[in-house]
């Protein structure tokens, strides 16, 4: 079974700084996706990021960027120049593609993040 | 991407009663469902995998007999709450695998809005 452990309850940024949300999983699978999502106040998961297990190149999304460290089995996320949209709970999520229990998502305790003005 | 809506929204019902949440795939078809609950200030945990023309896959410790899916077509799977207690209140979220570019393969999860379920 996998385990996604975030280990930062809550955090909280000043406009414009830059964050680091850590997550650190579990796992014995070779293939796999990695997640964070980010949820707001109206509850709708929202997708921020996505890494294959397989890219040893960290993904990046405008303002969002990981660092994946394979071997450590770390994935955290930076929100660069935070802006106050990006106040939410950030989880971080483990995805299996093969074998029994494919495509289901484990979820971290997630991350509440506070972006001061 | 894709997109996932459920129905409805928000419900109260009364103690013991029955309940059914919708999740509905509208742009792409989804042969298999997965069904989270989340209470406040709580992360999601899996609940059931829902895979459509079969019997749905219950996490240990969800009753199967209270909530009970039913995943009859590629677009559509449902879940009752049936006998539904307060305990049972709870925000509840559908999502489907699928792939972002609309291709065979899977690389993320497209999630429902979610369902708020009161029980009094």
Wanted: charged content about 15%; hydrophobic content about 35%; glycine content about 6%.
């Amino acid at each position: 079974a996998q385990t996604v452990t975030q280990s930062q309850p809550e955090m909280s940024v000043q406009e414009a700084e830059t964050v680091t949300l850590s997550c650190t999983y579990d796992t014995s699978e070779s293939n796999y996706y990695l997640f964070w999502y980010k949820q707001p106040p109206s509850r709708q998961m929202i997708l921020v990021i996505r890494q294959e297990a397989y890219k040893q190149q960290n993904a990046t999304e405008n303002r969002f960027s990981v660092n994946f460290q394979k071997a450590a089995k770390s994935f955290s996320l930076k929100i660069s120049d935070s802006q106050l949209g990006d106040t939410a709970m950030y989880f971080c999520a483990f995805m299996k593609t093969s074998g029994a229990g494919s495509y289901q998502l484990t979820f971290g305790k997630g991350t509440k993040l506070s972006v001061i003005p | 991407g894709a997109v996932v809506s459920q129905h409805p929204s928000w419900v109260i019902c009364k103690s013991g009663t029955s309940v059914k949440i919708e999740c509905r795939s509208l742009d792409f078809q989804a042969t298999t469902m997965f069904w989270y609950r989340q209470f406040p200030k709580q992360s999601l945990m899996l609940m059931a995998t829902s895979n459509e023309g079969s019997k749905a896959t219950y996490e240990q410790g969800v009753e199967k007999d209270k909530f009970l899916i039913n995943h009859a077509s590629l677009t559509l799977s449902t879940l009752t709450v049936t006998s539904a207690h307060p305990e049972d209140s709870s925000f509840y979220i559908c999502s489907a695998p699928a792939s972002f570019f609309g291709g065979i393969g899977v690389d993320e999860q497209f999630f429902g809005p979610g369902t708020r379920l009161t029980v009094l």
